[in-house]
Structure formats: C-alpha cells, structure tokens
C-alpha cells in the first residue's frame, strides 16, 4: 500500500506562485510514477504532470513552461512548483501514484485547494 499526502496550497493573487508538495510512504518501491492531477469545481479531473522513475516528466500544455515537477521517487518526496498562476488554476491538485509507467494512477492523496485571485 502507498500512501501520498499533498501539502502547499493556498490563495495566491494571479501572476504569483506556490509550491505544492507530495510526501510518499508505504511500498513505494512499486512506483513507477507519480502525477499531479486537478479538479476545478464542475469539471473533470484533469492530469497535470508526471515525473517516472527515471526523472522524465511530462507537462498538461496548460502548464508548460509556468508549471515545474521535480524531486525523487525514491526519496519519496515529489514538488510542483507553479509559477505565473492564473484564475483558471484554480483547482484540488491530487498527488497521485501508479505501479505502471503510465496509470491508471492507483494512490491518490487527499488534495489541496490552490485557489488563484484575479
């Protein structure tokens, strides 16, 4: 069992930042990849970057370039640094773990709200 718990969100004015933070513990040696999601009020969950086991990541083109994943499986810690928020950010970010390479993701967190004023 995997456990992921999401720390570092807020309300932050548009164009500001925040660091989100994923902590891993359990049988994370079964993790392959680890995910951001989000969920805006009424709409689906959507992906917003992954990072593998290998330090590749990938990034939602929503993000690209504004959005930073960084950190270690192994070392069980996983950041999202988000730069440049904007009002339509705002969102539950879920951290997010799966056993594959690329999902379905398994482990999932409780979320934070990341709430961006315009």
């Known amino acids: 069992q995997v456990r992921l718990v999401e720390s570092g969100g807020g309300l932050v004015q548009a164009g500001g930042s925040l660091r989100l933070s994923c902590a891993a513990s359990g049988s994370i040696f079964n993790i392959n990849a680890i995910a951001w999601y989000r969920q805006a009020p009424g709409k689906q969950r959507d992906l917003v970057a992954t990072?593998?086991?290998?330090?590749?990541?990938n990034y939602a083109d929503s993000v690209k370039g504004r959005f930073t994943l960084t950190g270690d499986i192994e070392k069980r810690m996983v950041y999202l640094q988000m730069s440049s928020l904007r009002p339509e950010d705002t969102a539950v970010y879920y951290c997010?773990?799966?056993?594959?390479?690329?999902?379905?993701?398994?482990?999932w967190g409780q979320g934070t709200q990341v709430t961006v004023s315009s």
């Open positions: 997010s773990a799966t056993r594959t390479w690329r999902g379905p993701y398994e482990y």
């Open positions: 990072l593998n086991r290998l330090g590749s990541t």
